[in-house]
């Protein structure tokens, strides 16, 4: 006898939203930690206050005066709380104008987990505030220190409940296979991460960058990057916890801009990893759901949302579909938001 069940995807509702991004490379940094490369990323050098400020005015008043938005401005790179006063106060007032006409609607920054308070992250969200991203990297000591942070794990815990207790949202950026690494680790900073139940979540893994003092210790053969298989796969393994604990994970993988891609000396990259790590994800959902229901699965209604990723990158998946008893045949892409499997007892 043949049964049909449905179910939905885990992951939380995306929220979509045009994002405006902002690079303040180096800026506020009190530290220059073994990988970074914020200047490689963006294509800036350290950022300056003044030009970047007049000129985000600027481009603000022709996107306003052209009919353009709303957009979600972004300020990234740089360490946003730790700008020399009265700079941070100075872009929120910018940000404020045009959110009072339409072309802004959400404000963010990206910041570190030791340059938070409550009393100060509170005056910024009365200037307009919404979001923190915190850069957390890792909560494991060992790791933290490895890579130069100058906090420990402990501290940045602490800033996640510092961030939500100012009544801001909570962003939160993991940066697995740093120095320090060793196994499990990642998988015990996702679970972490997934308790203190931030809005959204960034997983960057570690790459070398040419000019880092990362790049230096993996020529010396101090350090080993992650393969770009591991990396795949335990990302795929986070993604689910997260979503478990309603986190919207919105970055996989470094995006290529600036200079960025031409400077990779080693690690985990590729232009479509976000692509091949959600595939990855998906794939096992579906396992899970098949033996759930004891079932080998004839016919697979898939939601048309999810035809990029099923698959992963350059069909790398489908060939595993087949040996959950799933032939190409057998999976349509529907409309609609659950998926619904036919299957047969076994």
């Not at 976000?274 to 699965?297: D, H, K, P, T, Y």
């Amino acid at each position: 006898m043949s049964h049909t069940f449905r179910f939905s995807h885990p992951e939380p509702t995306p929220v979509r939203t045009r994002v405006w991004p902002v690079f303040l490379p180096f800026a506020g940094c009190p530290y220059r930690c073994v990988f970074c490369a914020q200047d490689k990323q963006t294509g800036q050098d350290e950022a300056d206050l003044e030009s970047t400020l007049h000129a985000l005015e600027a481009d603000l008043d022709e996107a306003l005066a052209l009919g353009r938005g709303p957009y979600e401005l972004a300020y990234f790179g740089g360490t946003f709380t730790a700008l020399p006063p009265p700079w941070p106060e100075t872009f929120l007032a910018l940000a404020m104008r045009y959110r009072e006409r339409g072309l802004i609607t959400h404000v963010r920054c990206s910041t570190r987990p030791d340059c938070v308070d409550e009393l100060s992250l509170s005056r910024l969200r009365a200037q307009g505030l919404d979001m923190v991203e915190l850069g957390v990297q890792s909560f494991d000591d060992t790791a933290l220190k490895s890579s130069g942070r100058g906090y420990t794990g402990d501290v940045a815990r602490a800033a996640c409940e510092i961030v939500k207790a100012s009544g801001l949202a909570l962003g939160v950026q993991l940066l697995p296979g740093l120095p320090g690494d060793r196994p499990g680790m990642f998988a015990s900073d996702v679970r972490i991460a997934a308790d203190l139940e931030p809005e959204t979540a960034r997983l960057y893994p570690c790459l070398v960058i040419k000019g880092t003092l990362m790049a230096r210790m993996w020529a010396r053969g101090e350090y080993e990057p992650w393969t770009l298989e591991r990396a795949k796969s335990e990302l795929a393994e986070a993604l689910p916890v997260l979503w478990g604990k309603s986190v919207r994970v919105i970055r996989l993988g470094l995006a290529p801009e600036g200079t960025l891609e031409g400077n990779i000396a080693a690690g985990p990259w590729h232009p479509a990893f976000g692509q091949s790590v959600r595939g990855m994800a998906l794939l096992e959902i579906l396992r899970v759901e098949i033996n759930r229901f004891g079932g080998c699965g004839t016919h697979l209604d898939v939601p048309r949302r999810y035809s990029g990723e099923l698959y992963g990158h350059g069909r790398e998946l489908a060939s595993l579909y087949f040996d959950l008893g799933l032939s190409e045949s057998s999976i349509s892409f529907v409309d609609g938001d659950c998926f619904e499997l036919k299957s047969t007892p076994r």
